[in-house]
């Protein structure tokens, strides 16, 4: 279960938001690696503040209530905390410490990682499951329009 985390805390784990521990970037927020106690590196996905934050469109609320349902397969990140604290909007996920598949894939980083065609198909086949469960085999169906490579 996702525990509620302090804004404090978040801080402490990414060193303020710290611009070198930025991981990503989207349309709705920033991705940074943090580390909390008893639970190692984490992701920290700190949404964008907007000025009127309506609930039933805001990327925060409709992230955190689609995964708070206990999704559970093990092709799909895990959610390990969030944070609403303010005008702070957090999500905290596992983190994986191989980056981007995009970037892995496409080489657009300086990376020794070169996937065989084998690992290739073995991701595509995992992809594909996750989806697969999204969309038909968990108890409310998710339609996920943003995949990426």
Same mark, same amino acid.
């Given at each position: 279960?996702?525990?509620?985390?302090?804004?404090?805390?978040?801080?402490?784990?990414?060193?303020?938001?710290?611009?070198?521990?930025?991981?990503? *970037? @989207?349309?709705?927020?920033?991705?940074?690696?943090? #580390? /909390? $106690?008893?639970?190692?590196?984490?992701? =920290?996905?700190?949404?964008?503040?907007?000025?009127?934050?309506?609930?039933?469109?805001?990327?925060?609320?409709?992230?955190?209530?689609?995964?708070?349902?206990?999704?559970?397969?093990?092709?799909?990140?895990?959610?390990?905390?969030?944070?609403? *604290? @303010?005008?702070?909007?957090?999500?905290?996920?596992? #983190? /994986? $410490?191989?980056?981007?598949?995009?970037? =892995?894939?496409?080489?657009?980083?300086?990376?020794?990682?070169?996937?065989?065609?084998?690992?290739?198909?073995?991701?595509?086949?995992?992809?594909?499951?996750?989806?697969?469960?999204?969309?038909?085999?968990?108890?409310?169906?998710?339609?996920?329009?943003?995949?990426?490579?």
């Amino acid at each position: 279960m996702p525990t509620r985390l302090s804004l404090s805390d978040i801080k402490s784990a990414t060193m303020g938001f710290n611009r070198d521990r930025l991981v990503g *970037e @989207g349309a709705s927020a920033k991705v940074y690696k943090g #580390f /909390l $106690p008893f639970r190692g590196d984490v992701a =920290v996905k700190r949404f964008e503040r907007e000025n009127d934050l309506d609930c039933l469109h805001n990327p925060f609320a409709t992230e955190f209530a689609t995964i708070v349902s206990y999704l559970r397969h093990k092709n799909l990140v895990q959610l390990k905390g969030w944070c609403c *604290e @303010g005008n702070e909007l957090v999500l905290v996920y596992e #983190f /994986l $410490p191989n980056g981007s598949l995009n970037k =892995v894939l496409h080489r657009n980083f300086n990376s020794s990682v070169v996937l065989s065609w084998q690992q290739r198909v073995n991701i595509v086949l995992g992809v594909a499951s996750a989806l697969t469960y999204l969309h038909e085999e968990c108890e409310r169906q998710i339609i996920h329009r943003d995949v990426k490579a």
